[in-house]
C-alpha cells in the first residue's frame, strides 16, 4: 500500500505493529524526545489515575507534545479487575499540532513494550559504570526480553544471569531467555542472580519489593519500571535516601513512583534529592552516579514516550 492510499487516521492493530517493530528505531526516537523536554519543546503533563466505579478496576492516562515532530498524544491504559487474572491493555491516539485531527489510533502493547525497555537502557547507556560487565535482570516475561535485547549491546557484558520465580519450571520461557543473547544464564535464586551485578534491571509486575538488605555485595545501578498496582515499588522505600536516585523525568516522576512516594512520606526523602533525570543526563546538565552507593533509575512511563514511539511507528506506516 502506498502512502495515497492509506486513509488516516490509521487504525493500527498489534499484528500491524509486531510486524513493525523490527523496523523501528526506539533509541533515537526516545533520545530525541528527551532532548526536546530539555529544551522545552516538548510537554509532559503529569500521569493520571483514574479509579473506575465500584472496584472494578483503574485507567492511566498518559499524555505529551511534542513540538520537532508537531503531534500530540495520549495513551489509554486500563487495569480491570476480573475473578482471575486482572486485564491490562493499552491504546494510543496521536494527534496533528497543525491541524488538530487524529492521524492514528494504536494498539499500545507492544509499543509499550519497546519503550520501557529503550528507556531503560538510555538509562543504562548513561549512568552504567564503563567498566560495567555483569548485569542482572529480574523477571523473565515480555519486558526482561525486551531489556535483554535492548540492554545487551550497551556495555561489554561477561554474563547476563536471569532470574524470575516461575523460569526454572518453564522450560519454554527458558528457550525463549537463553536465545536472546550466548550470554545468558538462568538462575535459581534471586541472590545468586543480584549479588555481585553491577546493573540489575528489575523488571517485574511486582507491587512490593523484589530486592531485600544483603541481597547485593557491591554498589551497583538498580533500574525500576511500574505497573498499574498502587504505590507498586521493587526495592523498599528505606532504601532511597541512600541511594544516588535518577529518574525519566522529575516534574512527575516522583509523585507517581510508589518507592519515592514512601520514602519521603516515611523516611525523609525529598525530590529536590534526585541526582538528575534523562533530559538533563541526555544534555550533560546532572553529574553521574560515583558509586560510592548504590544508583536509583526509576521509570513510571511517560505519555510523550508513547507519543515518540507511536510517531515513529506513523512516520514508518506512512512512508513505506
Not at 513512583?257 to 534529592?273: I, S, T
Not at 543526563?281 to 546532572?286: D, G, P, T, V
Amino acid at each position: 500500500m502506498s502512502k495515497t492510499d492509506k486513509a488516516i487516521p490509521l487504525i493500527v492493530n498489534e499484528e500491524t505493529v509486531r510486524n513493525a517493530l523490527p523496523q523501528l528505531d526506539v533509541r533515537a526516537a526516545l533520545t530525541q524526545m528527551f532532548r526536546a523536554l530539555a529544551k522545552d519543546t516538548a510537554v509532559q503533563p503529569p500521569q493520571t489515575l483514574t479509579l473506575l466505579p465500584g472496584g472494578a478496576g483503574d485507567f492511566i492516562t498518559y499524555l505529551g507534545a511534542m513540538a520537532h515532530a508537531q503531534v500530540f498524544g495520549a495513551k489509554l491504559s486500563p487495569y480491570i479487575v476480573t475473578g482471575s487474572k486482572p486485564i491490562i491493555t493499552a491504546w494510543t491516539a496521536l494527534m496533528s499540532m497543525q491541524s488538530g485531527q487524529p492521524l492514528m489510533w494504536c494498539d499500545a502493547g507492544l509499543l509499550t513494550t519497546e519503550r520501557t525497555a529503550g528507556t531503560t537502557a538510555l538509562a543504562v547507556e548513561q549512568l552504567a559504570p564503563p567498566d560495567a560487565r555483569t548485569l542482572a535482570v529480574v523477571g523473565s516475561g515480555a519486558v526482561a526480553q525486551a531489556h535483554i535485547r535492548h540492554l545487551a549491546a550497551l556495555r561489554q557484558w561477561t554474563t547476563i544471569q536471569v532470574f524470575s520465580r516461575d523460569l526454572q519450571d518453564d522450560e519454554v520461557k527458558q528457550r525463549q531467555v537463553m536465545a536472546l543473547d550466548q550470554r545468558v544464564r538462568t538462575c535459581a535464586r534471586i541472590e545468586d542472580c543480584v549479588a555481585n551485578a553491577d546493573v540489575i534491571a528489575l523488571c517485574t509486575s511486582s507491587g512490593t519489593p523484589v530486592l531485600a538488605d544483603g541481597m547485593l555485595g557491591k554498589p551497583a545501578l538498580i533500574t525500576s519500571i511500574s505497573t498499574n498496582v498502587a504505590n507498586a515499588h521493587e526495592i523498599p522505600p528505606a532504601w532511597i535516601p541512600d541511594m544516588d536516585v535518577y529518574c525519566d523525568y522529575r516534574q512527575t516522576t516522583p509523585a507517581s513512583a510508589g518507592e519515592m512516594k514512601l520514602a519521603a512520606e516515611q523516611h525523609g526523602w525529598h525530590p529536590r534529592n534526585l541526582m538528575g533525570d534523562l533530559p538533563e543526563l541526555l544534555s550533560r546538565a546532572a553529574a553521574k552516579p560515583a558509586y560510592r552507593k548504590h544508583a536509583f533509575f526509576r521509570s513510571i512511563g511517560l505519555g510523550l514516550e508513547d507519543v515518540a514511539i507511536a510517531f515513529e511507528l506513523f512516520r514508518h506506516l506512512t512512508t513505506q
